[in-house]
C-alpha cells in the first residue's frame, strides 16, 4: 500500500474515533439516539419523553416583594383638575411580578457607579460614567432658581446622612441601564453558581406601576386608598407639599428615607410622593386607545417624553394621584424624579383565581 495512502486512512481513522468520543463526552451519542436516562436528555427507547428540567425556581430578589397578577380599571380615579385628558379610563390586565420595595437608594446607586468605574472604565471611558451614569447633583441647584440647594448639591449624593434615601439626578437612560447592570450582576452568579438564570430587571411599565401602586384597592386615588392625605390623628401619610407650601409638615422639607411611612397592601413604600418615579413607557397622550389591554406597554423608541408617576416631594397632592400620569424628556435629570426595577414572575404566571397543576 502506498504509504501516503496508508497515512491518510490512519489520519481519517483517528478523526472518526475522536469526533465519536467528542460526541459521547458531550452527551450527543445519548441524546441522539436514546440512551441512557430519558428525564436527563429528553430522550428515551427512540421516543421524545422531555418534561420539565429540575433546579429552577424563581425566587423574590432582596428587597422586592410580589405583585399578584390580576385586572384593573387603570386611569384617573377622581376629577382631572388639570383637565389634560391624557388618562381616560380603560379595563387592563397585568401579569405577576416583583417590585422593589423602596425607591432604588443612594448607596445602592452607589454600588452600581463603583463598578462602572471599576470594570467599565476601558469601554465606556471616565467622561461617559460621570456625565452620563453619574447622577447630577447640580440639579438641587438648577432645578430651583432663587433657592439655597448648596448643601444638598455638596452632601446629599455622597453623605452617609443620605445612605437610605433615593437617589436622584438620574436620568431615564441612566436608570435602564442600571437594570440592565443589576441583571448582569444576578446572574452572573447564577451562573457560577450552577443555577439557571432568571428574568432580567427592568423598569415597570406605566400599568404596573399603577397596578402596583394602587397595592388591590379598586379605583384606590392613593396607595393608601381614599380620600384624604392625612389620616385620622391628622398625621400626612406621604412627603409632597401640603398646606399650599409647608414643605416641612409632612416631616420632611426635601425627600424622606426610601422607606419611610406605611407601605401599601403590596409592601410598597412612598408610591406616592417623595421621589416621582421613571417607568419604561414612551408618553402618548392618546395611550389608552393605542395601547393593548393585556400587559400594556408604549415601546416607541422614537418618543423621547418618558412616563413619570408618584409625584414627589415638590408636589401639589393632584401629581400622588395613582392615575396622574407626566412625563420628562428621557436625559433629563431632575431632583424630584427616581426609579425603582421590576422582574417578571414567570413562575406565577397565572390568573389570581386559578390553579397549579
Not at 401629581?319 to 424630584?336: D, H, P
Request: glycine content about 8%; overall charge neutral.
Amino acid at each position: 500500500m502506498n504509504v501516503n495512502v496508508f497515512y491518510r486512512n490512519g489520519v481519517r481513522s483517528l478523526l472518526v474515533v475522536s469526533s465519536i468520543m467528542l460526541m459521547q463526552s458531550c452527551g450527543f451519542i445519548k441524546e441522539r439516539f436514546g440512551k441512557g436516562k430519558g428525564e436527563e436528555t429528553g430522550v428515551a427507547n427512540g421516543e421524545v419523553v422531555a418534561t420539565a428540567r429540575k433546579g429552577y425556581r424563581q425566587t423574590t430578589p432582596a428587597g422586592m416583594v410580589m405583585i399578584p397578577s390580576g385586572s384593573f380599571v387603570m386611569g384617573q380615579a377622581d376629577e382631572d383638575l388639570a383637565a389634560t385628558m391624557v388618562n381616560m379610563n380603560k379595563r387592563v390586565t397585568i401579569s405577576s411580578f416583583y417590585m422593589d420595595d423602596t425607591e432604588i437608594t443612594n448607596h445602592e446607586y452607589r454600588q452600581f457607579v463603583t463598578a462602572l468605574l471599576m470594570d467599565s472604565i476601558s469601554v465606556l471611558g471616565e467622561e461617559e460614567i460621570m456625565t452620563k451614569y453619574y447622577p447630577d447633583t447640580t440639579v438641587w441647584k438648577k432645578d430651583f432658581a432663587y433657592s439655597n440647594g448648596d448643601p444638598m448639591v455638596e452632601y446629599y449624593y455622597m453623605h452617609p446622612s443620605f445612605d437610605t434615601y433615593p437617589v436622584v439626578g438620574v436620568s431615564w437612560t441612566a436608570a435602564k441601564y442600571f437594570t440592565e447592570w443589576r441583571s448582569n450582576l444576578y446572574n452572573d452568579y447564577r451562573s457560577k453558581e450552577g443555577m439557571f438564570n432568571s428574568p432580567n430587571f427592568r423598569l415597570p411599565t406605566e400599568a404596573e406601576w399603577e397596578w402596583a401602586a394602587r397595592g388591590g384597592r379598586a379605583g384606590a386615588k392613593y396607595p393608601w386608598g381614599n380620600p384624604y392625605t392625612m389620616n385620622g390623628k391628622g398625621c400626612f401619610l406621604a412627603n409632597f407639599k401640603p398646606q399650599r407650601g409647608n414643605y416641612d409638615a409632612d416631616g420632611y422639607p426635601y425627600t424622606a428615607p426610601a422607606n419611610a411611612y406605611n407601605p401599601n397592601e403590596y409592601g410598597l413604600y412612598n408610591m406616592s410622593g417623595n421621589v416621582s418615579e421613571w417607568t419604561l413607557d414612551a408618553f402618548a397622550d392618546n395611550a389608552n386607545t393605542i395601547l393593548w389591554d393585556m400587559n400594556p406597554e408604549n415601546d416607541d423608541p422614537n418618543e423621547p417624553r418618558k412616563v413619570i408617576k408618584g409625584g414627589s416631594w415638590k408636589d401639589v397632592a393632584y401629581y400622588l394621584q395613582t392615575g396622574t400620569r407626566s412625563y420628562e424628556f428621557e436625559n433629563q435629570r431632575r431632583a424630584f424624579i427616581g426609579f425603582r426595577c421590576v422582574m417578571d414572575n414567570f413562575d406565577g404566571r397565572r390568573g389570581a383565581t386559578g390553579r397549579r397543576r
